[in-house]
């Protein structure tokens, strides 16, 4: 009987670490995307296959590659 009033403490306390680590996580961010890694991981080379909701800011194009958008691979501006 001496060993429940160690136990229950201890458990007590390990489930409010528990709770409490589990709340960081949350507020660091660390369940915000649970797809876009796995989105990542298939369409490593391929960036426009992405799908919009799985894209992070790091992946967004930048200006140069925007203003080349419309060309061909010959640099050849296309008719759209």
Do not use: C
């Amino acid at each position: 009987m001496e060993s429940v009033l160690y136990l229950v403490p201890l458990m007590l306390i390990l489930v409010a670490v528990g709770i409490g680590l589990f709340s960081w996580a949350v507020k660091s961010g660390q369940y915000d995307d649970l797809e876009g890694p796995a989105h990542r991981i298939l369409y490593d080379d391929d960036k426009e296959m992405i799908p919009k909701d799985a894209q992070t800011p790091d992946m967004k194009q930048n200006p140069e590659e925007s203003a080349n958008s419309g060309e061909d691979s010959d640099g050849k501006k296309s008719d759209s």
